[in-house]
Structures are given as structure tokens and as C-alpha cells.
């Protein structure tokens, strides 16, 4: 079975930093790429970034870049998302999806991304 499973997800301060853990299964992160995407109540799921299937080439959206770095452990079938100084409209929740073979990935259009986690909460408040 493919399998997306997030999780590291939590209450953090503006400014802190989490880290999220996508673990994957039924497939290998070689031949997919993995995107984040996050999703506040009542608004649309929007990208975050992604890392690309063979070559590891990562995309962020402009609004994260600095911010936020993905990375993957290929041996754990896991791709991560350090999400450094966070802010508090980022409060939403956080998916990782997986499409295959696409070696550079964007999440402008998540209709590519065909296997969804069920998501991890992330939230920004004082």
C-alpha cells in the first residue's frame, strides 16, 4: 500500500521552529517527489515547497525561501520540513503528497501530486 504518514506538528511561538517528518511507504523517495502543502480553515490547500524524484532538486515558495529547508533521508523513506522563524498566518495544516518521477517539482498546481498524508497541525500564536 502507498502510504504518507506526517507528523511533528505542534503549538510553537511566532519566530520558533518546527520540524515536520513525511514518512513514506510502498514506494521509493528515488522515484517520487514529495511536496508540502498547508491548508487553513476555509481557505484552499497551497504549496510550500518540494524535492524533486532522482535528483533531490528542491523549489520554495517565495514566501518561505530562507525560512524553510527540505531535505530527505533516502535509507528512512522520510522527507523532512524545518520550518524556522515561523509566522502566525502559517498556522494551518501541513501535508506532504507524492508524485512520480518528476525531477523539477513545483507545488504551484497540487492536482499533479496524486498520494496525500492525512496531515499534522501546525500552530503559530503567542
Known amino acids: 500500500q502507498v502510504q504518507l504518514v506526517e507528523s511533528g506538528g505542534g503549538l510553537v511561538q511566532p519566530g520558533g521552529s518546527l520540524k515536520l517528518s513525511c514518512e513514506a511507504s510502498?514506494?521509493?523517495?528515488?522515484?517520487?517527489?514529495i511536496g508540502w502543502f498547508h491548508q487553513a480553515p476555509g481557505k484552499e490547500r497551497e504549496g510550500v515547497s518540494c524535492i524533486g524524484s532522482g535528483s533531490g532538486i528542491t523549489y520554495y515558495t517565495d514566501s518561505v525561501k530562507g525560512r524553510f529547508i527540505i531535505s530527505r533521508d533516502i535509507a528512512k523513506n522520510t522527507v523532512y520540513l524545518q520550518m524556522n522563524s515561523l509566522k502566525p498566518e502559517e498556522t494551518a495544516v501541513y501535508y506532504c503528497a507524492a508524485v512520480h518521477r518528476w525531477g523539477r517539482c513545483t507545488v504551484v498546481a497540487k492536482e499533479v501530486y496524486d498520494y496525500w498524508g492525512q496531515g499534522t497541525q501546525v500552530t503559530v500564536s503567542s
Open positions: 510502498g514506494f521509493s523517495l528515488d522515484d517520487y517527489a
